[in-house]
């Protein structure tokens, strides 16, 4: 087993870290919402259609790239 070296956990870069966290939820939580707006006028707020559309959508961007699903494996 390949030894990894591991950096010391400092203030800055925890600062950093917890930065960039929550910078991607916040970007999640927008994206969400935004996602909920428009189900609300296209669908009527029916969430059925809008989870199966997502999901399609979202095995193309992850099967595109690379036409294979290895991404899901890792899971």
């Known amino acids: 087993m390949k030894k ?5 956990m400092t203030l800055p870069r925890f600062i950093r870290t917890l930065s960039v966290a929550i910078g991607l939820v916040l970007v999640w939580r927008g994206i969400w919402y935004v996602l909920d707006a428009i189900d609300e ?3 009527g707020g029916y969430h059925a259609w809008t989870a199966i559309i997502g999901i399609v959508i979202g095995l193309l961007v992850l099967y595109i790239p690379d036409s294979d699903l290895k991404e899901i494996e890792k899971l």
């Open 41 to 43: 006028a296209i669908f």
């Open 4 to 8: 990894t070296k591991t950096k010391k």
